[in-house]
């Protein structure tokens, strides 16, 4: 059992019915603003109810002493030296555009989840903690990550995910011919899934035949859902990997899939705001004439 050093402490309110721990539990603790989070914190021995090491299977009635404990064997890793945009930043949250290359978490060192506490400036509300992440762009990805910066604002954020209250628009460069627009509803690993596109510009390629440069908007937020749908009909995103077809694999250019607007009612000043980030130079020059010897 790690050292008994509290850092937070609730009374839990008397329901209607019993819940679960980790129902009950999320955005109690200022510290922990996610369901995954407290589930973690669980399974570490990290929340005791009246005095007591609580489970998964831990139900609350009401009225239990509920205490969240800091974890003295948690080891501190030396800190990341990585510059990141900030497009947006106020109390509650902050928008960064995210590099290609760099994954968002994870288990290794290099991540944007690292690079946040030197690049955001922290909350001065009481719910203020860590900055995280409230959503997910591939490794090879770049472009605008939403990032909430109270138990809160992360909480809000991810319940206007779930409910597709953000609506999120990708740019990317396919490879072929295609129609002007369409729907793909190809499921992803069983699930449902969509994704709508309309072409903006075509060029002629000598080596892809075809090149679009293409608005996407995932309505739905599948892993590597963009990349899949598109192989699916036959017009890969081009530089991708991994969702790629034989002799139609570029190499040593990056992935040319973007994450190019945010549009959204902000949670807590309830005003609408748009973020736009052009995707960066390689793709412009596809169709301005610099093609080089990627065509």
Do not use: C
């Not at 944007?112 to 762009?137: C, F, G, W, Y």
């Not at 739905?220 to 749908?229: C, I, S, V, W």
């Not at 890969?236 to 990056?254: Q, S, V």
């Amino acid at each position: 059992m790690p050292s008994l050093h509290i850092l937070e402490s609730h009374t839990a309110k008397i329901l209607g019915k019993p819940l679960r721990l980790q129902e009950y539990g999320v955005g109690i603790f200022k510290t922990i603003a996610t369901k995954s989070a407290l589930k973690k914190s669980i399974k570490k021995n990290l929340v005791l109810v009246n005095g007591e090491i609580a489970t998964t299977a831990t139900f609350i009635y009401g009225t239990e002493i509920i205490t969240l404990l800091e974890d003295k064997n948690t080891k501190k890793h030396k800190k990341i030296v990585l510059s990141l945009e900030v497009v947006f930043e106020d109390n509650y949250l902050a928008i960064i555009n995210k590099p290609p290359g760099i994954l968002v978490s994870g288990n290794s060192f290099k991540t944007i989840v690292n690079a946040l506490e030197q690049n955001i400036t922290k909350s001065n509300l009481p719910d203020a903690v860590a900055p995280k992440p409230v959503h997910r762009l591939d490794y090879p990805t770049t472009g605008l990550l939403v990032i909430g910066k109270t138990s809160a604002s992360i909480i809000a954020l991810n319940k206007l995910f779930e409910n597709k209250e953000i609506t999120k628009t990708y740019i990317a460069v396919t490879i072929g011919k295609m129609k002007d627009s369409g729907s793909i509803t190809e499921p992803i690993d069983g699930k449902k899934a969509t994704s709508k596109y309309q072409i903006i510009k075509t060029v002629i390629s000598n080596r892809f035949q075809y090149l679009n440069w293409v608005e996407l908007t995932p309505e739905t937020g599948r892993k590597h859902q963009l990349r899949k749908h598109f192989l699916s009909i036959g017009n890969p995103i081009l530089g991708d990997p991994t969702y790629f077809l034989k002799n139609l694999k570029l190499k040593g250019k990056g992935l040319y899939l973007h994450a190019y607007s945010l549009e959204f009612m902000h949670p807590f000043t309830n005003k609408k705001i748009t973020f736009i980030k052009n995707p960066p130079f390689k793709f412009n020059s596809i169709f301005e004439g610099n093609k080089k010897s990627i065509v």
